[in-house]
């Protein structure tokens, strides 16, 4: 299974961008997808996660309100739309699959990473 990532980009504070995460590769059904992002100097943070079945979505305190995760699973694809946003949400920001039913905001619960998007946002 191959993940990758993209849609990142430099915006003003206040601006929005959509992130997608297209995956490739074997039949692909995981239990969760996810979002997480590291900003320099600091650690890799989770910022949202959907099931793969059912509607269940689940967000950091730091985004709720914000960022919507959806999925498309005929697409085999996940996105993230980020909105209202600050200057705090710059980081690389990674999706992940994660195979069993874990801990959806853990990373090292995840079986397969992306490579990163990098998202910039200006004051």
């Known amino acids: 299974v191959q993940l990758q990532a993209s849609g990142g980009g430099l915006v003003q504070a206040g601006g929005s961008l959509r992130l997608s995460c297209a995956a490739s590769?074997?039949?692909?059904?995981?239990?969760?997808m996810g979002w997480f992002r590291q900003a320099p100097g600091k650690e890799r943070e989770f910022v949202a996660a959907?099931?793969?079945?059912?509607?269940?979505?689940y967000y950091a305190d730091s985004v709720k309100g914000r960022f919507t995760i959806s999925r498309d699973n005929a697409k085999n694809t996940v996105s993230l739309q980020m909105s209202s946003l600050k200057p705090e949400d710059t980081a690389v920001y990674y999706c992940?699959?994660?195979?069993?039913?874990?801990?959806?905001?853990?990373?090292?619960?995840?079986?397969?990473w992306g490579q990163g998007t990098l998202v910039t946002v200006s004051s």
């Open positions: 992940a699959a994660d195979l069993q039913r874990d801990d959806y905001s853990r990373s090292r619960n995840y079986d397969y």
């Open positions: 590769g074997r039949t692909f059904s995981p239990y969760t």
């Open positions: 959907i099931r793969w079945s059912g509607s269940n979505t």
